[in-house]
């Protein structure tokens, strides 16, 4: 257990809706990061948030959208929903703003299916 | 892209020593080197990291060569549950994530 949450484990839903995905990082972390794992794929960095300010972004497409709250939890918001966004969604957290020595921790992930 | 290059696959032998080699030629200074492995159908873990000195802790060693210009992932006694894809990520660029090695233990 890397002391990571995210909700929900599974989501299933229809084309052209909209879902948030939610993480909550370990005690103490400060920076939270969103990947996207398509089937059998590499991990592709979407957005990075450190104490509530964006810090880095990958290439997340403009229907995606995140932030970072007072507590620290982080939302992904996925919008416009397409058949090719159905992927897992993992989202980690570091104690900094992800310097050479900072180490991620990973969430178990949400598995989104976009029928 | 990655800064790294690791091959596509390995196989080896239940209770048998792993040797996962990565190349990261590109290397600076300050970049730590990171590995992580995926077990199937969960998220990414952190195994080790290290600088310049050889490194072990109770999941692997890290073996980094002089120059720093390679690095191997060592595990001492693989079992079947350390079947998985293994990353080596350099700390200055984690957020760049290549394909791994896809490790096969065979029993």
């Known amino acids: 257990d890397s002391g990571v949450t995210q909700t929900p484990k599974h989501l299933i839903t229809a084309t052209g809706q909209r879902v948030t995905l939610r993480c909550s990082p370990r005690?103490?972390?400060?920076?939270v990061y969103w990947y996207q794992q398509s089937l059998d794929q590499g991990l592709q960095f979407l957005i990075q948030?450190?104490?509530?300010?964006?810090?880095a972004k990958g290439n997340i497409l403009e229907r995606f959208s995140a932030q970072q709250f007072p507590d620290l939890h982080s939302e992904l918001n996925l919008s416009s929903l397409e058949l090719g966004d159905s992927a897992l969604y993992f989202c980690?957290?570091?104690?900094?703003?992800?310097?050479?020595?900072?180490?991620?921790?990973f969430g178990p992930g949400t598995r989104l299916t976009v029928l | 892209d990655a800064k790294t290059t690791q091959p596509n696959s390995m196989e080896s032998n239940e209770e048998e020593p792993v040797h996962l080699p990565c190349n990261h030629s590109?290397?600076?200074?300050?970049?730590?080197i990171h590995w992580y492995r995926q077990l199937p159908s969960q998220g990414p873990e952190y195994v080790i990291h290290?600088?310049?000195?050889?490194v072990n802790n109770r999941m692997a060693s890290l073996a980094i060569a002089e120059d720093r210009k390679s690095s191997t992932l060592i595990l001492h006694r693989a079992t079947l549950r350390d079947a998985a894809v293994y990353y080596c990520?350099?700390?200055?660029?984690?957020?760049?994530w290549g394909a791994g090695t896809k490790l096969i233990i065979k029993p």
């Open positions: 290290g600088l310049t000195s050889n």
């Open positions: 948030y450190y104490n509530g300010e964006e810090r």
């Open positions: 590109t290397i600076s200074g300050t970049d730590y």
């Open positions: 990520i350099l700390g200055n660029y984690q957020l760049i």
């Open positions: 980690a957290s570091s104690v900094r703003a992800g310097d050479s020595t900072d180490t991620q921790y």
């Open positions: 005690s103490g972390d400060l920076s």
